[in-house]
């Protein structure tokens, strides 16, 4: 195994990794090639028959994230999106400042919308208040924004990383049949890289104060795995995370099966950076230590 | 070593409290009904009970032994931490 920091360390040096701010992460290079490979791969591993592929819009009104009970669950990761204020005085006091930039910061406009914490959020929205006669899948991937502060880490904990998603939305039955699956491909998956899986129990950093309790519960119920991938012989990174909201999202968006009760819903993640991470932790920063990724993509069926 | 009364006792105080507490109008809670089924425990209630445990047998509960099957039921939840809390304390 090559050391995180070390692969860090080479992947800046020749200027292949770079940071716009703490956690935004740029890649260009044999390693921003190797990131497109992934998510290629891991694309073409969320979709197939009966799976919706949707495009979402890049930021999610606060609304709906209030809808979703966010804002007792994960506020402290939250990035809004604001623009500057249109009225006169503020734009002519941030073009005549010294610094312009560090003018901004009073010159904005209230945030109506957030720039999305995750993915799947959009889906539960846009189907909000209705009845859906039959279960569904959908994929979609973007841009999740979570601010976790001191934790950043390039690659692994960003504050901007790529998600991509397929949620299930359906019977009880549905999800779990969808999860465990899921669970399988995504191993298969791993080890077809080379990387050896594990899957294990997790829960939310839920925000206090029932936040013990949530974490508890989930925990207790087993409704959320991870996939860990190994980033030395102690530690493990979750690439992955499958999650049974059970009729949670139904209930908060007004989302109903053709029996009239609230649906049951689970999503699967993949954070992309993360596979990037374990893979030149198995491999090196070098492209030519990098094995050739081949048929790693299971063909039969999809989720 | 905890008796057979003690335990009973435990079981009968554990089933008021949950009946107090949990049980919604019209249903009864006994010392097999399974406490994770339906939504009879939410983040807060789960923590209580957490609490309540922990009081009636004085002895804190590490997060490794929150698991499903150890809070099952009224009967399991005596099995499980009245027998462990008599092992240490007396």
């Known amino acids: ?303 | 070593m905890r008796t057979t009364v003690d335990r009973e006792r435990f079981i009968y105080e554990l089933v008021a409290w949950l009946e107090r507490r949990l049980a919604p109008p019209g249903m009864t809670i006994t010392p097999t009904t399974v406490l994770f089924e339906g939504r009879l425990i939410d983040s807060v209630r789960i923590l209580e009970l957490i609490a309540w445990v922990e009081r009636a047998t004085d002895r804190q509960i590490p997060d490794s032994r929150i698991v499903m099957d150890n809070f099952r039921t009224a009967e399991r939840i005596a099995d499980v931490f009245l027998e462990e809390a008599g092992n240490v304390a007396d």
């Not at chain 1, 932790?281 to 993509?297: F, L, R, T």
Request: with cysteine; proline share 7%.
């Open chain 1, 1 to 303: 195994m090559w050391p995180t920091d070390e692969v860090i360390r080479a992947l800046t040096e020749r200027g292949d990794l770079w940071q716009s701010a703490p956690g935004v992460t740029g890649l260009r290079g044999s390693v921003g090639s190797l990131c497109e490979e992934l998510e290629r791969a891991i694309g073409a591993l969320l979709v197939g028959e009966g799976i919706e592929e949707w495009r979402v819009p890049p930021a999610i009104p606060l609304e709906a994230l209030e809808r979703a009970d966010y804002f007792t669950s994960f506020p402290q990761w939250l990035t809004v999106a604001a623009h500057l204020d249109a009225d006169v005085e503020k734009m002519e006091m941030v073009a005549t400042a010294a610094s312009p930039a560090r003018a901004c910061s009073r010159a904005l406009a209230p945030a109506e919308v957030a720039l999305m914490p995750a993915v799947c959020y959009h889906v539960y929205a846009a189907l909000a208040d209705r009845v859906l006669p039959a279960a569904r899948r959908v994929a979609v991937r973007g841009t999740c924004w979570r601010h976790e502060g001191e934790r950043l880490a390039p690659l692994e904990r960003g504050w901007a990383f790529t998600m991509l998603e397929v949620v299930c939305l359906g019977s009880p039955a549905d999800v779990e049949e969808f999860l465990s699956c899921g669970v399988q491909r995504a191993t298969d998956f791993a080890g077809a890289l080379g990387l050896p899986a594990t899957v294990a129990d997790a829960s939310d950093p839920f925000f206090a104060p029932t936040g013990r309790g949530k974490a508890l519960l989930q925990r207790m119920k087993r409704l959320k795995r991870e996939l860990l991938l190994p980033l030395d012989a102690e530690r493990g990174i979750a690439a992955a995370s499958f999650n049974d909201h059970q009729t949670f999202f139904g209930e908060s968006f007004g989302i109903f099966g053709a029996d009239g009760a609230p649906i049951s819903t689970g999503c699967i993640a993949f954070g992309i950076e993360r596979w990037v991470l374990a893979w030149l932790a198995a491999y090196g920063p070098e492209p030519d230590g990098w094995p050739v990724m081949n048929n790693v993509v299971p063909t039969n069926g999809g989720y």
